[in-house]
């Protein structure tokens, strides 16, 4: 029914017809609960999903995939079922609905789009939202095996950082979604006690580049093109998005997708996991 980006226009002509998801995540030291946002004021129909509670618990990261048996119940507790199209949004416009959309995508559940402009610009055009929980009747989600394709870990990454110094050619593009200082190492990580920098070789695409900041929107698909291509960036070739816990590469992901890119994966565990390991390469250049 739909594409993986939907405008307002779209969303709001067919509401009763898809399952609307409310994805919002901000980072700990803005002290914002996204789930008492969501209580106060959502999308009409929309529930909400949590991306620090559907995660894998026995890891000590930040909102790692979860086991598809968690993900399957979560999804079905919120009235999903595998015929449905689901629409992410958030409260930012573009920002943490992509980290739900990549995880359905990495589930097999590809009916799946983001939101445009988010709860900003729904609001902004006096479309019909409401307050408190939705009533949600459970339904069976049959979920699928991870698609090994659209996700990367700690060893892949970690030998594809090895090739800078023997075989540079053979490595696979690695684009960082994190501000250019902290890819640099001039500012410091937000999460104590983590070095900055970057991984060799990889190529700084800070998140906020592919929004365009006066609307909230991620850039039209040539705007998308003409930005990666001034980046370098490759898109008819196997790449890696990575970032600082997994959020703002999805980012990535979905501008990659709507740039043309085909072989496009998320580095799950992304800063936060590499840059702890001792045995982690970090290049800092500023």
């Given at each position: 029914?739909?594409?993986n980006l939907?405008?307002?226009?779209e969303?709001?002509?067919?509401?009763?017809?898809?399952?609307?998801?409310?994805?919002?995540?901000?980072?700990?030291?803005?002290n914002?609960?996204?789930?008492e946002?969501?209580l106060a004021?959502?999308?009409?129909?929309?529930?909400f999903?949590?991306?620090d509670?559907?995660?894998?618990?026995?890891?000590?990261?930040?909102?790692?995939?979860?086991?598809?048996?968690v993900?399957?119940?979560a999804?079905?507790?919120?009235?999903?079922?595998?015929?449905?199209?689901?629409?992410?949004?958030d409260?930012a416009?573009?920002?943490s609905?992509?980290?739900v959309?990549?995880?359905?995508?990495a589930?097999?559940?590809?009916?799946?789009?983001?939101?445009?402009?988010?709860?900003?610009?729904?609001?902004k055009?006096n479309?019909?939202?409401?307050?408190?929980n939705?009533d949600?009747?459970?339904?069976?989600?049959?979920?699928?095996p991870?698609?090994?394709s659209?996700?990367?870990d700690?060893?892949?990454?970690?030998?594809?950082a090895?090739?800078?110094e023997?075989?540079p050619?053979q490595?696979?593009?690695?684009?960082?979604?994190?501000?250019?200082?902290r890819?640099t190492?001039?500012?410091?990580?937000?999460?104590?006690g983590?070095?900055?920098?970057?991984?060799?070789?990889?190529?700084?695409?800070?998140f906020?580049?592919?929004?365009?900041?006066?609307k909230?929107e991620?850039?039209?698909?040539?705007?998308?093109?003409?930005?990666?291509?001034?980046?370098?960036v490759?898109?008819?070739?196997?790449?890696?998005?990575?970032?600082g816990?997994?959020?703002t590469?999805?980012?990535?992901?979905?501008?990659?997708e709507?740039?043309?890119?085909?072989?496009?994966a998320?580095y799950?565990?992304s800063?936060?996991?590499y840059?702890?390991k001792?045995?982690?390469?970090?290049?800092?250049?500023?």
């Amino acid at each position: 029914m739909f594409g993986n980006l939907v405008s307002t226009e779209e969303l709001a002509s067919n509401l009763g017809k898809v399952k609307v998801l409310d994805g919002s995540w901000h980072m700990p030291n803005t002290n914002r609960d996204p789930y008492e946002e969501y209580l106060a004021k959502h999308i009409k129909t929309a529930g909400f999903f949590p991306i620090d509670t559907i995660k894998d618990t026995s890891v000590d990261l930040p909102h790692m995939l979860p086991a598809p048996e968690v993900f399957a119940k979560a999804v079905g507790n919120l009235g999903i079922s595998n015929d449905d199209q689901v629409v992410v949004y958030d409260t930012a416009g573009i920002f943490s609905a992509c980290r739900v959309y990549w995880t359905f995508k990495a589930f097999g559940h590809n009916r799946v789009s983001v939101l445009n402009g988010g709860l900003p610009a729904w609001i902004k055009e006096n479309r019909p939202t409401e307050s408190g929980n939705v009533d949600i009747k459970p339904v069976e989600f049959k979920v699928k095996p991870l698609d090994e394709s659209l996700v990367r870990d700690y060893k892949t990454v970690l030998a594809n950082a090895k090739l800078a110094e023997t075989n540079p050619q053979q490595q696979i593009q690695v684009l960082d979604a994190r501000p250019k200082a902290r890819f640099t190492g001039e500012a410091p990580e937000p999460r104590a006690g983590l070095s900055s920098g970057h991984m060799p070789n990889s190529i700084s695409v800070p998140f906020n580049e592919v929004i365009d900041p006066a609307k909230g929107e991620l850039l039209d698909d040539e705007s998308l093109r003409k930005l990666f291509a001034s980046k370098n960036v490759d898109l008819t070739k196997p790449m890696i998005t990575s970032c600082g816990s997994g959020i703002t590469a999805s980012i990535l992901y979905l501008a990659l997708e709507r740039a043309g890119a085909k072989d496009i994966a998320v580095y799950d565990g992304s800063w936060t996991e590499y840059a702890d390991k001792k045995d982690s390469l970090i290049i800092k250049s500023g």
